[in-house]
């Protein structure tokens, strides 16, 4: 079919005065730059999406990598209490496999998270576990749950409730008051005039022996 | 690790061993510096001298406890207890020593007891609060840890398991307080975490968990003045926080995505204010690292399989 010349170029100029009619002009402001700022890096919802479960799938090769660093470290705890003290060499080989995971660990933590190594190593001398330093870190999140199941909830309960039977406390699951994500590394917070977060331990400390009688 | 105080703690151990204060000094180093199988072996040679000393007993069972040989702390905090049972710190430990021996109703019965003797014994009123959350007694535990943050406004587990109790007991808008209280005293770690998904499943987002690289941080809501992109000082807090964990990871780069219903043009200024203050707060924070977006609709979010829709939102997604 042989078009005219004339008509094409009509229909060109409705199509293209439609445009600028009938579409407001903020409906461009994704795909071109905005008074000659920056454009939109996400333009609808199935890219937001998408963003979010490569983020998700990323966080989650980390996290196992952390874990793997973990069972490693918990391995090499074991592996030193399993050896016959007297033997020399097999209490230095076993600590030095121990000191060999918890660096590689330690690496691990630091490189995923961006809290130093030394930080780290602070936390763990503060007397912290590695499951507390990560829980403290924001790793591992999916722990717990909603309590939606019975295994969740009692989990979470556990968590919740767990006694300290070396202090007596009850806040060794919890972070720091006041805290913000970087408190645990030993970084101020956002509010550091409240004092330390044991004051759940109450009266009496360990001062049991010369308690009221 | 032995204290810088080591030396003086010995002399007054040697100078004072054998009566109850050198007991007492003696006890609480070995245990605030965990050196547990010391402390037994040096509180077992007290007792073959004084068997009926209660401090020798006590302190042998809290190392014991400490020391996870559980059946053997419970067997020295008896006698401690027996010997002294007007000492509600006694029998503090004692239940702790048959929580340890998953002995519950005595364990129960003995924090009872403790706050019989002591009705201000705080540790024994959290952990009977405890054992009361656990046995389904919502109403009692949540008298209980009420009556603790009395006390104390912000012990942490009386704030965290005050809403856990209200949860159950289903008192939704009582417990929507409760957990932002937790969170406003406790804004990090896995329990706050834990605590702004409870606040997120009951619609109310003035929390949220953002997965910022590896890291789960909760921010409380990125707040604006009305009708504008000014951010309100709590919005800027929260952004100093998110900060505070990009500047230490400079080769991360996320997603800024503001959500406005029906207002494009605001969205797109409130994510560039948040760009901006980010950028200028944290100089470490290179600008290419932060993507902006922005969006007319209600933002969508799941919460496990509950779909919620919030006219206004920030939210924040590690750009891979």
Known sequence: ?213 | MRSKYYPIILCIMIFFSGCAVGQMVKGDYYLSETEYKHGIESFKKDLEKDPDSPEARYYLGRLYLADNQAQNALTHLEKASAIKPQNPEYRFWLGLAFAANKMKKQEWESYEGALKLDPDHIKSRIYLAHTQLERGLYEDALKNYSQVLDKIPNEPSSLYNRALALKELKRIQEEKIAWKEYLNSYPSGLMSVNAVNHLNLLGDFSFRNHLIGIRTIPLSHIGFKPFSSDLTPEGMSSLDDLGSVLKKKTDLSIHIIAYQKNNKQLAEQKAKQIKKYLVEKFPEIPASNLKVSWFDVPEKIKIENNLFSEDESVNFITAI
Not at chain 1, 41 to 64: G, M, P, Y
Not at chain 1, 94 to 101: S, V, W, Y
Not at chain 1, 115 to 136: L, N, P, T, Y
Request: charged content about 20%; overall charge neutral.
């Open chain 1, 1 to 213: 079919m042989k078009i005219n010349r004339a008509s094409l170029v009509m229909s060109l100029a409705l199509i293209f005065s439609f445009t600028f009619v009938f579409i407001p002009v903020h409906a461009f402001s994704q795909t071109t730059s905005f008074d000659g700022e920056e454009a939109a890096s996400l333009t609808n919802a199935a890219q937001v999406q998408k963003a979010e479960n490569l983020a998700q799938a990323t966080a989650d090769k980390a996290q196992a990598e952390i874990e793997k660093a973990e069972n490693n470290v918990a391995a090499a705890e074991k592996n030193l209490a399993s050896v016959n003290p007297t033997d020399t060499t097999a209490v230095k080989a076993a600590e030095e496999k121990l000191a060999d995971a918890v660096e590689a660990l330690n690496h691990a933590l630091a490189n995923s998270t961006g809290v130093s190594a030394s930080e780290i190593s602070d936390m763990r001398a503060s007397g912290m576990g590695w499951g507390q330093i990560a829980h403290a870190l924001g790793l591992h999140p999916g722990t717990l749950g909603l309590g939606h199941t019975k295994s969740e909830k009692d989990k979470e309960q556990a968590m919740a409730t767990s006694r300290d039977f070396s202090k007596g406390t009850a806040d060794k699951n919890h972070g720091q008051k006041g805290s913000g994500p970087n408190k645990a590394s030993g970084e101020k917070g956002k509010d550091t005039s409240s004092g330390k977060s044991s004051e759940g331990s109450g009266k009496g400390g360990s001062q049991g022996g010369g308690g009221k009688n």
